[in-house]
């Protein structure tokens, strides 16, 4: 059963947490579900509101880089799209219309902080993606300078992998790589500059890239929500430790202490995860979103 009233438009994906219908031939619907994923595997229960939050979060972040990059959030009337008043109202908080853009086939992923599966390849290989580190670093230390870590985009149920730069570049091509390797810096050097002072630090986060027809490029999908980012609170944060999260990084712990192997069916969550995990989600936008921009 969905978490919110479906449009009566054509379905066209359904992701691991947003969905996303077919309005006409040059614009779509995103719809950010509740729905809670985990190690590349959809959770059996949701987060309630955790839609809305993303939405909101990722709403606010993409307003602030447009010298960098054009993005593809549209305006239109929704109550017009979907044929009602009442249910564009139900709608409106959990839904963005975006230009119809075809998706790049890599996540641009940016580490400030040594975490998850960035730690455990330094400590296996001394290197991420390629990028080689300097020895005698801890868990959740800052870097040097961010590094841009890809990876390819998996399908529901599966994991994400890790490639290097020139693979990067195979796919998607050499001076498109630059760019969005170069755009993704960009943004996450701006945007941790701007948590820091809220008290939030972006260890590390991904960024999703279309382009359309003309081959212009475009910052798509979510921008710089709990759901894509481990956001740890500054003064929490202690070396040598995983630290707390406003993120699912505090739900991937829980689901760590079970005898789980993180493939499809995920196990159910305990009330007391789901709540703290909304009430993490909560406080990372309120913190975030301010009415100024970023400096």
């Known amino acids: ?45 949701p987060i309630p509101g955790k839609g809305e939050i993303l939405t909101r979060i990722s709403g606010f972040w993409f307003g602030q880089f447009d ?8 305006e239109g009337d929704l109550a017009e799209i979907v044929g009602s008043a009442d249910l564009a109202a139900q ?12 998706p790049l086939p890599i996540e641009a992923i940016v580490r400030g ?56 570049q195979k796919l998607i091509g050499a001076e498109q790589a630059l760019r969005v390797r170069d755009i993704s810096l960009s943004i996450y050097r701006r945007a941790a500059a701007y948590a820091r002072n809220r008290g939030i ?20 999908d979510e921008v710089l929500t709990p759901d894509s980012s481990r956001f740890w609170p500054v003064d929490e944060w202690r070396l040598g430790s995983s630290p707390p999260s406003f993120d699912k990084q505090f739900v991937r712990d829980y689901l760590e202490t079970l005898d789980w192997d993180k493939t499809a069916p995920g196990p159910r969550l305990p009330q007391e995860i789901i709540e703290q995990t909304r009430a993490r989600y909560n406080e990372a936008g309120r913190r975030l979103i301010r009415p100024e921009r970023l400096e």
């Open 113 to 168: 902080y040594l975490a998850g599966s960035g730690w455990k390849d330094y400590q296996a290989h001394r290197a991420i993606s390629g990028v080689v580190l300097p020895d005698g670093l801890q868990q959740a230390d800052s870097l040097p300078d961010p590094i841009f870590t890809p990876s390819t985009k998996a399908g529901s149920g599966q994991h994400d992998e890790n490639i290097d730069f020139a693979a990067m």
């Open 1 to 45: 059963m969905s978490d919110y009233p479906t449009p009566p438009l054509e379905l066209v994906h359904q992701g691991k947490v947003r969905d996303i219908y077919a309005v006409d031939p040059e614009r779509l619907l995103i719809v950010a579900s509740d729905r809670l994923s985990a190690f590349d595997v959809v959770l059996p229960d």
């Open 201 to 220: 630090i972006i260890a590390d986060t991904k960024f999703e890239f279309g382009t359309d027809a003309e081959g212009h490029l475009f910052l798509i």
């Open 67 to 74: 010298d960098l990059v054009r993005n593809h959030l549209l």
């Open 91 to 102: 709608l409106a908080p959990r839904s963005m219309l975006v230009r119809r853009l075809r």
